[in-house]
Each structure stands twice: as structure tokens, then as C-alpha cells.
């Protein structure tokens, strides 16, 4: 039987009682659809579509261009939803690779097949489409899927199939057949969206697989296409490559072999045929190909790295950029990485980041609580995020209120502060009510499932609902030293880096720009990475695989890390990086670890200087620099082999209005108006399809700590213990361990410390209320205001806060043997003390200081409008007072008795 008429009783099959025959029927409208290559090559005029599809020669369905949403759908559309019909079986001919970064054939040897059977076991999908029958004539008995991780390898059990010569490569080459990798479909969302609404059983199949694919062109010059084919597949590394003596056999005969005189050709004069904003289609009159420049969108997106201590070279970098006015609005970050993208997308100059990291020391967000989880948890990571997220959202709010008036601030501010943390929708909301402010338009963090070992995404599009600095604390919260995080959902989460620490592919080509890398990158996106080593040789070479640990490392940071194969992870970092390759600032580090925290001043510096002269090169080399800032100086280009093949461009790409210009231009170079309609009417049917959220995964939406505060608590409550927390989260940070004397009260001091956080900011009073030992005097107060903030205005409490802070920059006027002592001092005396540090009168204070040792409390001085006769009784006068120890839990309820005494 002809192979036409076996394809056409296959497909028209009933699919009640022959299932399989559907899915034979979505694999033809997929690479129907699909925007089909060659070897790199659009398809030839002269095959159909059944030449391409029904050969000895398997394809690849490409999932690179598809958001994680449009893959989930088109695997159910296309052959999830038909598993039950399918057995499993060993891999025999063929398997999938992913090291280049997309899904690739690799065959199989029979030592191949049998190490796959030991120890990797994978398995294919198989349907059976119809028995094997003993006859010359053609036959398709079944189709067999292998799944990648970025695409499916397709193959169909046939035999007797025809060869056609010069399809694939030069007939009498050196490849052998099957060649593999020869046929690949790659796929967007929008034609995935057009795949899915399709009636499946009333297509016309006969005109589909008897015709060209509709992308097709006429080749002109067929070894002109064989030569691009073979240069494709050598560029890929499709083509073994001779054996050494062979390579040494052609080397030395190259110095035999008379060398050819290349005569001088005519340039390659293209004229302008079309002009676009940002772009310009150029056409060579001889030939009648196409080159299409498109100017490179200017940077939006920044990408950070994870590597601990070394964030400060991130800072170094974003001076770099701020100074050379690019600011972007779109940030992500794994790990160390993620608290510089939090920062950024807050609005903080370089100035203040710097200063922020400066604070960052071991004491400050180590507590150490070891156990076989870790040392530390990330409470105090958390806190100071907290400190750093209000500080700004508080700045805002004031500039708003500046803006719109003390009502609409009131009204914005209950919307941000509504769910009583801030979220990423509470800085959603605040930049939807105030789209001038200093906040970016996204934020992407990153954090690693230890159970189901896949890395998570945090944003306003995956997880509104999510805690902003807890999503930071936990994607920074490095294996080993900090413990990871159980949320609700039973998981346990930790550092980020793990499985992404360069999470470039949080963003996605957002195709506003005609033309695209080879990679489906997001070309609005700048990386940052440190040079840790194998990076610099991925930029400086060109490699065709990147290198990875062994198996003994790989086991070893599994058992560091709690997550299954790390390596596999890094392995990916160094291929985005390969991606990424004209898009990232690689910063040399030198030795400093990712665990080092406390690193001197000189060293961060140093940091500071290096990604600083790191990005500076990038810009120079990447950017025209003038007055009014730097402007992006790349173009892209690409050559078509004539106008068609540009229209078909637009077509995979989606883009109708270069469609509709190429295709003015088309008709008047000899395309007919029925191919025309025919593309129009595939793939851009409806008015505009509709493009769905580009984000790279909805799987951790809800769910995942929606640890909002209870609605009973009044959000008055939660707007005060927000005002409390970041009043004395930088006296934390200042108050020296020399202020408090005896070892268990420094312990004390330290659980309390690190037991301050936005929601229960007074919760330090627990251990802070049991230190009696010797202190200071300032420590003393600082306790007392903690102590008695219900029975003061929340303003004034503020103010006097604010004093302690910025009094306790004088540490060394301040470091007085009288400030030192068991103190229980009375409110009265602690304004005093406050309004003498106020006026920075430290001989006043010592001396205060001395005479309260003793009981006595020295009289203030008091200034009359009119003079008053001197009373001699009152110079022997002085205030005594009788206090006793009041629980904590009860200080509120009782008050002080008061006796004068001569």
C-alpha cells in the first residue's frame, strides 16, 4: 500500500475505538503549526509535509519560547491526556540530552543501551498505531515520545520508507545516516493557544501533509542551503568529529594542496526597502535576501547572583550603572543576590545599600541555636529586611502625603498596611496609587523546595499574598548556617542559590522586539556574576559544554545542602551563563568565601572597587556615553533568504504589524494573495491573541506562608508595633557588648536582640528585663523606654528613641567609668539624662551620672521671668525616691511612690 494511502487510513480512524490515532493526528498540526527548521533551515518547497514528517529521521518539539504554563497545557493537549494508553519501554535507538540548554538527540550505542538499563532506567512513552505486517510495502505501527526538559523527542516506528537524496545534507558526505537532530518545531505560547482551540477531527489532513509546510520557501541555491545546513549542525556539535590521525592526516596535506586564488566579487550592496522605528529591512538586489537591524531595547531587568560577603561587588556594580544613568525597574536575585534585588527595587541609592551591608556582621543575624538543621534561623535576616522595607514604605507614604493630602495618604496607607505585613501586593498597591515613586515595577526572588527539589518564585505574579522580607530571608538563608523554613504547606524551603543562583530565567523574551536571540533570552536583561572561576573561561571560550563537579562533590553538597544533585543546578548556572554571555558583568572576587561575613573595611572596599571597574568596562563597551547619560549602541541582525521567509519570521513571532508591512512588501515581489490570507488566517485569527502573564511558573501561587496577621488583632496595633520596631531596631545594631558587664546578661541581651521583629517588637523585653548586672546607663534607659512605651504618646516615645540613636554615635565620649552601674531610675531622671545626651553635655552626664550612684539627683537649674527671692533651706534639698522590682508582665498597673527628704 502507498505511503499516502496508509497516513490517510491512519488518520481518518475513528478515535473512539482507535484513541492513538488522535494523537497522531495533534503531532501533524503541531509541526504544521510550528514554526518547522531544517538543520537550521526553513523547509524546502519541493518536499511536503509528510516527507519532513514521515522519514527514517526523528524531531524534537521545542519548548524554549514557552512559558511554564503553555507547556503544562500543550503536554496535556498533546499526549498527557492520552498516557493510559501508552506502555513504557527502554530507550533503544535514541535518548534526549539538555546540556546545551535545549533538548537534543543523542543515539544510543549498544553499551548505551545497556549502562541506560543498569543504572539510569529511563523509559519512553509508546503507542501502538497498528500491527506488523510481514510485506515490502510502507508501514507506521506506533509512535514513541521521549521526554526532556526542555522538549520531546518524537519518533515513528515505520518501515520500508523511501530515501530522498540532498533533504537533510549533501549526498556522498561523511555523515551517517540516521543523522539525528535534523528536524526541530519550536513553539510559542500564542501557538500553542491556537493548537488547543483547534477542531481536531475535521481538519483537512489530505491537503496538510500533500502540501509544503506553510513555512516553505523555494530554495534558489541548493548548495548554498547545504552548506548553512552543515555549518548548523557543525556549530551545534551534531557532527562527530574525525578521529585524531584522520585530523592529522588532513593537517598535514593542507600544506600540499595548491591553494585556491579567491578572486575579488562585487560587495554585497543591500538597499533599504523598509524603515521602523528602531529598525530597518534591507534587501540585496542579486539575490534577493533579506537583512533585518533592529537597535537592542535599553536595560530594565537587573539579575544578581548569590556568593555571601562577595555583595558587595554587587553594590560596586549598581554605583556603575546608577552613575551612568541606567536604572532599571525589574529585579531578581537568588540567595545573597535576592536582598540586593529587594533593595534595588525599594529605590535605595547604591550610598545606602553600602551602608546597609556594612551593618550586616555575624552578631547581628547569627543566633546561634545549633541543631541538626543548622545554626542559626533567619529571624534577624528577616528583621533587618523589615527595618529597611518600612523605612522606604514610610518615605513614600510622606512624599504621597506631600502630593495628594493627609486624606488620600490616610486611605493608602490602610491599603498597603491592610494585610498587617508587607507583601509583594502591598508594594503593588503602593506603586499603582503613586506610579512616580521610587519603587520598581518588579521583583523576583528565589528560593529552593528541599522535598520536591525544584526551585520557587516569589513575586506580585506568582504570590501576591507572600511576606517580601520573609521570601528574602529565606531565599538568602545559606544550608549550614541558617535553618531552613517550614511553611504550611508541609514543605521546607532554603537558600535559593542552590538550584538557581543566577535566576535569569525569571524573565523571559517579552518579544517587543521583532528579532531575538538564539536562546529565547530576554534581551532588556543584565546579569551579574562573580568570578569564581569556570565563568571566566565559559565568556573567554567558546565551549560546547560546561564544566560540572563529580560525582563525590556532588554527594558531599548534597549532604550539606538536604537537596538531591546540587551540581545539577550549578551546571545550569554556568550554561545561562553561556546564554548570557553578551548580557552579564562578570566581577573578579579574589578569595573571599559566600560564609565569611564579617569581612574588614579595607576588603569591602576593595569589592566595591572591582565591581565597580566590572561594570564600568560592560557600559563602555556596550553603551555611547553623552551628557544626557548612557544609550545602548548594539544592534541586531538577521539575514532571511528572500521576503517570504521574513513574512514567515513574523509569523512565528507573532508580530502583526510587521506581518502586514513584509507582506505589502511581498505581494509586490511576486507572493500571491492566497498565501498571504492562508498566514493571517493561521496565526493571527483572532483580533489579537491574547498573551498570557510571562511568568515562569504559577505552581507556587497561594498556599506558601499566608502568614498574615490575625483580623482581630486592629491594624492600629499592627501600625505601632511597625513605628516601635524600626525605632529600635538601630539601637540593636549600635549598642556595643562593652555596655553590659556580666556574660549571662550579654547572653540575655542577644536572645533579646534577635528576638525583636516587626510583629512583636516588645517580645526582647522577656530576656531583656532579667539582666541585673552592672550596664550602662543608656542600655538602662533604653530598656525603661521599652518598658513603659504604653503609658507614653507614640510620638514621644519616637523622638526619644531617635535621641538614643543618634547620641549612640559618640561611643567614645560615652565609654565614662561613671555610666556604669546596677541602675533602677525613675522617668523623670531618664528625660533628664535624654535631654542632657541631647544637648551632647558629657561632663554633665558623668557628673549626674555620680551623684545618682549615691542617691542624690542634683536639682536643674531653673530660669525665672522675674527674680525671686533665694530661698538658702532649698541648696540642702534633694529628691528621694522609693521604687520597688515590678514583674514585667505587670509594670503597667502599678506607679512609684515619691518622698522629699532633707
Not at 360 to 368: A, G, M, R, T
Not at 590 to 611: H, M, P, R, W, Y
Request: with cysteine; charged share 25%; hydrophobic share 35%.
Amino acid at each position: 500500500m502507498p505511503k499516502e494511502q496508509v497516513l490517510k487510513e491512519l488518520i481518518s480512524q475513528n478515535s473512539v475505538f482507535h484513541p492513538n490515532s488522535q494523537l497522531l493526528r495533534k503531532l501533524v498540526l503541531t509541526v504544521y503549526y510550528g514554526w518547522l527548521r531544517i538543520n537550521g533551515q526553513p523547509p524546502d518547497k519541493q518536499f511536503s509535509l509528510a516527507d519532513y514528517v514521515f522519514d527514517e529521521e526523528k524531531f524534537v518539539i521545542d519548548f524554549n519560547g514557552l512559558t511554564e504554563t503553555a507547556r503544562k497545557k500543550f503536554n496535556h493537549w498533546l499526549w498527557k491526556s492520552q498516557a493510559n494508553n501508552a506502555h513504557r519501554a527502554f530507550l533503544s535507538s535514541s535518548a534526549t540530552t539538555d546540556y546545551r540548554g535545549y533538548t537534543a538527540e543523542v543515539g544510543l550505542s549498544w553499551w548505551g543501551r545497556i549502562v541506560n538499563w543498569v543504572f539510569y532506567r529511563k523509559k519512553s512513552y509508546q503507542w501502538p498505531l497498528a500491527p506488523v505486517e510481514l510485506t515490502f510495502d510502507y508501514q507506521l505501527n506506533g509512535i514513541e515520545i521521549c521526554k526532556g526538559k526542555h522538549g520531546l523527542l518524537v519518533g515513528l516506528n515505520q518501515f520500508c520508507i523511501e530515501t530522498q537524496a540532498n533533504k537533510y545534507h549533501q549526498a556522498g558526505d561523511a555523515q551517517e545516516e540516521p543523522l539525528l537532530n535534523t528536524k526541530r518545531v519550536q513553539l510559542t505560547d500564542e501557538m500553542v493557544g491556537s493548537l488547543l482551540e483547534l477542531d481536531i477531527e475535521n481538519q483537512d489532513y489530505d491537503s496538510i501533509l500533500n502540501q509544503p509546510h506553510p513555512f516553505s520557501i523555494e530554495v534558489k541555491q541548493p548548495k548554498k542551503r547545504m552548506k548553512a545546513m552543515y555549518e548548523h549542525r557543525k556549530v551545534e556539535r551534531f557532527i562527530t568529529p574525525p578521529a585524531w590521525y584522520q585530523r592529522v592526516w588532513e593537517w598535514t596535506n593542507s600544506f600540499f594542496k595548491k591553494k585556491k586564488e579567491w578572486k575579488s566579487k562585487a560587495q554585497n550592496n543591500f538597499h533599504s526597502i523598509l524603515k521602523k522605528e528602531n529598525a530597518e529591512v534591507l534587501q540585496q538586489a542579486h539575490t534577493g535576501e533579506i537583512l533585518i537591524m533592529e537597535k537592542r531595547p535599553e536595560i530594565d531587568t537587573m539579575v544578581f547572583c548569590g556568593g555571601g560577603a562577595k555583595i558587595f561587588a554587587h553594590v560596586g556594580a549598581y554605583k556603575a550603572f546608577q552613575e551612568s544613568g541606567i536604572q532599571p525597574s525589574k529585579f531578581a536575585g537568588s540567595s545573597a543576590g535576592a536582598i540586593m534585588a529587594i533593595l534595588c527595587y525599594l529605590g535605595y541609592s547604591w550610598v545606602e545599600i553600602f551602608g546597609f551591608f556594612k551593618s550586616f556582621k555575624e552578631e547581628n543575624i547569627v543566633h546561634y541555636n545549633i541543631d541538626s538543621s543548622g545554626i542559626s534561623d533567619t529571624d534577624a535576616l528577616k528583621a533587618a529586611l523589615d527595618f529597611m522595607i518600612i523605612k522606604k514604605v514610610n518615605q513614600i507614604l510622606s512624599e504621597y502625603e506631600t502630593i495628594a493630602g493627609k486624606e488620600a495618604a490616610k486611605e493608602l496607607r490602610s491599603l498597603v498596611y491592610e494585610p498587617g505585613v508587607i507583601t509583594f501586593e502591598s508594594l503593588k498597591r503602593l506603586k499603582q496609587a503613586y506610579p512616580k515613586c521610587c519603587l520598581g515595577d518588579e521583583l523576583i526572588v528565589t528560593a529552593t523546595n528541599k522535598e520536591k527539589r525544584k526551585t520557587v518564585y516569589f513575586s506580585y505574579g506568582h504570590s501576591p499574598q507572600k511576606e517580601v522580607s520573609k521570601a528574602g530571608a529565606m531565599s538568602s538563608s545559606f544550608p549550614i548556617v541558617f535553618k531552613p523554613t517550614l511553611l504550611p504547606d508541609g514543605n521546607t524551603y532554603n537558600d535559593g542559590g542552590i538550584l538557581s543562583n543566577l535566576p535569569t530565567e525569571a524573565f523571559s523574551d517579552d518579544k517587543s522586539t521583532f528579532l531575538k536571540s538564539d536562546y529565547d533570552n530576554c534581551l532588556k536583561l543584565v546579569a551579574f556574576q562573580f568570578d569564581n572561576g569556570p565563568e571566566r573561561s565559559i565568556l573567554n571560550k567558546l565551549v560546547h559544554r560546561v564544566y560540572r563537579e563529580n560525582f563525590l562533590w556532588n554527594w558531599i553538597y548534597g549532604l550539606l545542602t538536604g537537596v538531591r544533585d546540587p551540581v545539577s543546578g550549578w551546571e545550569r548556572d554556568r550554561l545561562k551563563l553561556l546564554h548570557y554571555s553578551g548580557q552579564t558583568v562578570l566581577i573578579p572576587i579574589g578569595n573571599v568565601s559566600a560564609t565569611q561575613f564579617d569581612i574588614c573595611a579595607e576588603d569591602q572596599e576593595k569589592l566595591l572597587e572591582k565591581g565597580y571597574k566590572a561594570a564600568k568596562r560592560y557600559i563602555d563597551s556596550h553603551y555611547q556615553i553623552s551628557e544626557k547619560g548612557a544609550r545602548n549602541a548594539e544592534y541586531l541582525h538577521v539575514k532571511f533568504s528572500g521576503i517570504d521567509e521574513a513574512i514567515y519570521y513574523s509569523c512565528y513571532r507573532g508580530h502583526r504589524d510587521w506581518f502586514e508591512a513584509l507582506a505589502k512588501l511581498g505581494l509586490s515581489r511576486g507572493i500571491s494573495e492566497e498565501k498571504i490570507e492562508q498566514l493571517r488566517r493561521m496565526y493571527f485569527n483572532s483580533s489579537e491573541n491574547k498573551k498570557e502573564e510571562s511568568s515562569r511558573s504559577d505552581k507556587n501561587k497561594g498556599g506558601l506562608f499566608d502568614n498574615q496577621l490575625p483580623k482581630v488583632i486592629e491594624k492600629k496595633a499592627v501600625k505601632t508595633n511597625m513605628r516601635i520596631f524600626q525605632a529600635i531596631y538601630p539601637i540593636f545594631l549600635e549598642i556595643p557588648y562593652e555596655w553590659i558587664n556580666k556574660s549571662s546578661d550579654l547572653k540575655l541581651y542577644k536572645d533579646g536582640r534577635h528576638a525583636n521583629t516587626i510583629h512583636s517588637p516588645l517580645r526582647c523585653l522577656q530576656s531583656l528585663s532579667q539582666i541585673k548586672g552592672k550596664t550602662h546607663i543608656l542600655f538602662h534607659i533604653f530598656v525603661e523606654l521599652l518598658k513603659n512605651q504604653t503609658q507614653k504618646n507614640i510620638e514621644e516615645l519616637c523622638r526619644q528613641f531617635k535621641i538614643l540613636e543618634k547620641v549612640l554615635s559618640y561611643k567614645k565620649e560615652l565609654n565614662h567609668h561613671a555610666l556604669f552601674d546596677c541602675w533602677n531610675l525613675l522617668p523623670h531622671q531618664v528625660n533628664r539624662i535624654l535631654k542632657i545626651c541631647e544637648q551632647k553635655a558629657w561632663d554633665a552626664l558623668a557628673a549626674l551620672c555620680e551623684s545618682l550612684k549615691i542617691g542624690e539627683e542634683p536639682l536643674q537649674d531653673i530660669v525665672y521671668d522675674e527674680p525671686k527671692e533665694k530661698d538658702a533651706c532649698m541648696d540642702k534639698w534633694y529628691l528621694h525616691s522609693v521604687r520597688k522590682d515590678i514583674p514585667v508582665d505587670s509594670w503597667y498597673e502599678q506607679g512609684c511612690g515619691y518622698t522629699m527628704s532633707a
